[in-house]
């Protein structure tokens, strides 16, 4: 599904301006990494994709599709319906711990059934296939009946993507999805997620604070400074100067390969640009 945005600013309550006049596009079946410093507006751009928090009240607007999820500082008449075509995956998983993993991702598809079942957390069997058929994909199906507090993080973010599944999304918002995983699991995670790109022509936007990942797994690399769009292109033209002005001093440290990276899992037709970023510093 493509995502057109359309000069959106944010400007919170005390005068502090989040975004700043971002224009961008995503094609459909598009996988897209978001970088940039700590409040550099990656997680408030997400959430107004998302139709989570509204824009300033200016001339702008945020589309899917051919619908407009909001405009000029409103939200638009089909949210719900919009909504439930974007699967959002949060940093801190958002699962509820004492409830069965496959109950959490069933949780997916309540858009499409009786609130009453909702309520009671009652599925069907055909529910409850479709659920275990998204875990065995993302790898956990052995974990279904187990409290969701019980998985590691790793599983736990597995387990929410899986959600997005059920929900049968069809773009898919990650806010640092691996920020507090080990770099194995970190990278379980993105594969998962560049396999729902590839696969099923899933628009996939992430945002990332590691760019080393964001070079192995997104073609694309929209980076932001101070809620404004500084670089918008392909991931393997990023150099060294650039990730100097974003970052300072970590730019390097950030660059460092993923140790339990093989080549064998990055997704086709992607390359590793490392030795031509080292080069350019």
Known sequence: MKIEI??????????YQALDNIALTFAPGEMVALIGASGSGKSTL???????????????????????????????????????QIGFVFQQFNLVGRLPVLTNVLTGGIARIPLW???????????????????????????????????????????AI???????????????PIASLDPESARRVMQTLADLNRQDGTTVVVSLHQVDV?????????????????????????????????????????????PVKAASDVPAGIEISLPTLAAAA
Do not use: W
């Open 46 to 84: 997400l959430r107004h994709i998302s139709g989570l928090i509204t824009a300033n009240a200016d001339k702008n607007d945020i589309r899917l599709g051919d619908q407009v999820l909001q405009a000029n500082g409103v939200i638009g008449r089909q949210i719900r319906h919009l909504r439930s």
């Open 117 to 159: 079942r909702s309520c009671f957390r009652i599925f069907t069997k055909e529910e409850k296939a479709l659920g275990l058929a998204a875990l065995a994909r993302v790898g956990i199906a052995e974990h279904a009946y187990k409290r969701a507090s019980a998985l590691s993080g790793g599983q736990q973010q597995r387990a």
């Open 6 to 15: 359309n000069g959106i600013s944010k400007t919170f309550k005390g005068g």
């Open 162 to 176: 899986a959600r997005t599944i059920v929900q049968q999304a069809r773009v898919i918002l990650a806010d640092e």
């Open 214 to 258: 964001a070079l192995r797994f997104c073609p694309r690399t929209v980076a932001l400074s101070r809620g404004r769009v500084v670089y918008d292109g392909p991931s393997c033209e990023l150099t060294i100067p650039m990730l100097r002005d974003l970052y300072g001093a970590e730019a390097e440290e950030l660059l460092s390969p993923a």
